[in-house]
């Protein structure tokens, strides 16, 4: 069975309550977190990275780009 947010009371707080408590709900899972799998782009994607790491950007501009995105 699946429990709702509004099931555990945690449907009235604020965005940044619940993403404050998503956060430690995930770091409770410690070692048994799920780990994700990579396709074969995304592997691609590293190795490329990997082998050029002058390529990497900066915090400023990730973040100005995850900020424009709807």
Do not use: F, H, N
């Not at 691609?44 to 915090?59: C, K, N, V």
């Amino acid at each position: 069975m699946t429990v709702t947010m509004k099931e555990l009371g945690i449907d009235r707080p604020s965005a940044e309550q619940k993403v404050a408590l998503a956060l430690e709900i995930w770091e409770s899972l410690g070692e048994v977190r799920p780990r994700g799998q990579l396709t074969a782009e995304q592997r691609a994607e590293l190795a490329t990275r990997d082998a050029d790491p002058g390529i990497a950007m900066t915090w400023q501009p990730i973040r100005a780009s995850a900020e424009k995105k709807p």
